[in-house]
C-alpha cells in the first residue's frame, strides 16, 4: 500500500485566468472530509466480497469514488489554495486505509478503480503535478485492478468497458506508458462503433449515462488525444444527441432509463444535475483544439445551442422534439439496443428547466425485501394493460429485445411511433404539447408522472402553478389525480402526483393536453 505524497509539490501553477465565476464555484461542502463505508467483509479478497448481503453496494461504491478529488484540484488551480491539495493527499491515504488494495467491495468492480483512476490523473493534470514514486505505484494498482477483468467489464457492452478505457488512456499519458495509452485507445476504437450510433446514441437509452459516457470519453480525448478520428467523429455525434436534450438555462436534461445520480469529472462543483459543462468539454475534445486547455477540462465556458425541431434516433431508440427551452423526449419502440426498463413509448416533458412529464428515475438496483424498483411500465409515461410490463421483464436488468425497426416518423412539430398496440403521436408549438394515444385493444391506463407541487384535480385532468392537463376521448373515460413513486436521487424515493387515465371498454382515443402556464388559451 503506497503512502504519500501522490502529487508532486513543485512551483505552484499560474493562477487560473479564466471566468471568476468558474473560479468561485467550488461546492463548500467538499471541503468536509470524506464519508467512507467500512462493510463487514472488507478484510476479504475483492472476489470473496458479498456485494448485495449488507445493503446496496452503489451507495458505498459512490463513497469511494474520489469524485472530490477534481473538485479541490480546480480550487487549488483557480484560488491558489495549498491546502486543497494536501486534502487530496489525506483523502486518498483515508481510502487505502480503510479500504486496503485487493480487498473488499471497494475493489470488486474494475468500473470503480478506474473511474477512481480518471479522477486522480485528472486532478493531477488540473495542477499539473507529475507523478511521484507513490503516486505512480498508486495508478498502476489501479491499473492493474482495471485489466484484471477488463474483458468481462468489455463483454458487458455499456458504460463499463468505455470508462475502463478511457481511465487507461488517461493514465498512460500521465505516467507517460506509451502502451498503456494505446491500449486504452484501442479499446475505445474496436467498442465504440458497437456502443453508439451514428445519431449519437448510446447503448445504455439513459440520459444520466450518456452524460456519464461522453464526460469519460472526452476526459480521455483531452489528457490522451488526439484519438482516432472515427472515435472522435462518435464523440460529436454524443454531444449533440446530449446537447438537444438540455436545457440552456439552468443545463437540466429531462430523464430516461436508468439514473442513479452518477456524475463524472464534476470539477466545477456547480449543480450536479446542470451538463452545460460536460457538453463544453466535449465540443473542446471533439471539435477545434482548445486555447486552454484547463479550462476545457473544467468544462469552463458556453456551449453551442442546437437549433429547434425534430430528431429521431432510430437506432438508438430515442427522438425528440425541441421548441426554445421546451424539450420533448420520446422512447421509441424500437433500437439496437436491449432495453433496461419497460418504457416503449415513455414521453417525458421539459420545459424551462422543469421536468413536467418525468421519468420516475432509479431508486435503488437492489431494493429490500417485499419493494420494487421503478423500472417497470407503471412507473412510465405510457400505455400499460393490466400489470404487463412493456417489453416483458425478463431479469433484474433486462427487459425483452425491441424489434430493430418499427413505424416512426417526424415532421416539423411532430413527432410519430407505433408498437403493437399503441400509437402515439406528438405535436408542440409555443405554450402547448398535445399528445395523442390510439389504444389497440382494452383495459389499457395512460399514466402521466407530475413535477412535483400544488395539483389539484380538475374536470378535464390537473393543474397546478406549472401547467394545465387537460384530457380528452373519443368514449368514457375516468382521470384520477393519485401518487406514484420518484426516486430524486439514489437511495431516496417520494410520492409525486401522477394524472391516471383509464378509458372506457370501447374508448380507443386519449388526447392530453399540457399547456404551460402563461400560454394562451385555446387549442
Not at 394515444?437 to 407541487?453: E, F, H, I, K, Q
Request: glycine content about 10%; some cysteine.
Amino acid at each position: 500500500m503506497p503512502g504519500g505524497p501522490y502529487l508532486a509539490s513543485g512551483p505552484s501553477p499560474p493562477p487560473f485566468a479564466g471566468d471568476a465565476l468558474g473560479a468561485a464555484a467550488a461546492d463548500p461542502a467538499h471541503a468536509l472530509p470524506p464519508i467512507l463505508p467500512v462493510r463487514p467483509d472488507d478484510d476479504r479478497p475483492w472476489r470473496a466480497a458479498q456485494l448485495f448481503a449488507f445493503g446496496d453496494v452503489r451507495l458505498d461504491w459512490e463513497a469511494g469514488r474520489w469524485s472530490r478529488l477534481p473538485r479541490l484540484a480546480w480550487r487549488a488551480r483557480t484560488r491558489g489554495e495549498a491546502g486543497q491539495v494536501a486534502e487530496i493527499e489525506r483523502e486518498i491515504a483515508t481510502f487505502l486505509r480503510l479500504c486496503p488494495p485487493g480487498r473488499g467491495a471497494m475493489w470488486a468492480s474494475a468500473q470503480e478503480a478506474a473511474i477512481r483512476l480518471l479522477h486522480f490523473v485528472l486532478a493531477a493534470r488540473l495542477v499539473e503535478a507529475a507523478p511521484t514514486d507513490a503516486g505512480r505505484t498508486l495508478a498502476l494498482l489501479l491499473v492493474e485492478r482495471v485489466r484484471e477483468t477488463l474483458s468481462y467489464e468489455r463483454s458487458l457492452a455499456n458504460n463499463h468497458g468505455l470508462v475502463c478505457a478511457a481511465a487507461l488512456a488517461a493514465a498512460g499519458a500521465w505516467l507517460d506508458m506509451r502502451g498503456l495509452r494505446e491500449q486504452g485507445i484501442a479499446v475505445l476504437a474496436k467498442d465504440l462503433p458497437r456502443a453508439v450510433t451514428d445519431e449519437g446514441g448510446f447503448v445504455q437509452v439513459s440520459t444520466r449515462y450518456h452524460r456519464m459516457a461522453l464526460d469519460a470519453l472526452a476526459v480521455a480525448a483531452l489528457l490522451a488525444g488526439p484519438l482516432p478520428e472515427p472515435v472522435s467523429r462518435r464523440g460529436r455525434a454524443m454531444t449533440r444527441w446530449l446537447s438537444r436534450l438540455t436545457d440552456p438555462e439552468t443545463g437540466r436534461t429531462p430523464r430516461l432509463g436508468h439514473d442513479d445520480g452518477t456524475v463524472l469529472c464534476h470539477v466545477l462543483g456547480t449543480d450536479p444535475e446542470d451538463a452545460r459543462p460536460s457538453l463544453v468539454r466535449a465540443e473542446a475534445a471533439f471539435g477545434t483544439p482548445p486555447t486552454d486547455p484547463i479550462a476545457a477540462l473544467a468544462g469552463l465556458g458556453s456551449a453551442t445551442p442546437p437549433p429547434d425541431g425534430p430528431w429521431a434516433d432510430h437506432a438508438g431508440g430515442t427522438a425528440g422534439l425541441r421548441y426554445g427551452r421546451t424539450i420533448v423526449l420520446l422512447r421509441l419502440p424500437c433500437g439496437r439496443f436491449p432495453p433496461g426498463q419497460g418504457d416503449t413509448l415513455h414521453l417525458s416533458l421539459l420545459h424551462d428547466g422543469e421536468e413536467l412529464l418525468r421519468d420516475r428515475g432509479t431508486w435503488l438496483y437492489n431494493p429490500p425485501p417485499g419493494a420494487t424498483d421503478l423500472a417497470g411500465t407503471r412507473h412510465h409515461n405510457t400505455a400499460q394493460w393490466d400489470d404487463e410490463d412493456r417489453p416483458p421483464r425478463l431479469s433484474r436488468w433486462l427487459f425483452a429485445p425491441l424489434p430493430t425497426t418499427a413505424p416512426v416518423a417526424i415532421a416539423p412539430g411532430r413527432l410519430f411511433a407505433r408498437d403493437r398496440h399503441h400509437e402515439r403521436t406528438v405535436v408542440l408549438r409555443q405554450g402547448l404539447c398535445t399528445v395523442i394515444d390510439r389504444l389497440g385493444r382494452a383495459s389499457a391506463t395512460v399514466r402521466w408522472g407530475l413535477a412535483p407541487g400544488l395539483w389539484r384535480q380538475t374536470a378535464t385532468g390537473a393543474a397546478s402553478p406549472f401547467a394545465a392537463l387537460t384530457v380528452r376521448a373519443d368514449g368514457e373515460i375516468e382521470r384520477a389525480l393519485a401518487q406514484g413513486w420518484e426516486a430524486p436521487r439514489y437511495g431516496r424515493r417520494r410520492l409525486i402526483p401522477v394524472l391516471q387515465v383509464r378509458p372506457g371498454p370501447d374508448t380507443r382515443l386519449v388526447i392530453t393536453s399540457v399547456r404551460f402556464a402563461g400560454a394562451a388559451t385555446g387549442d
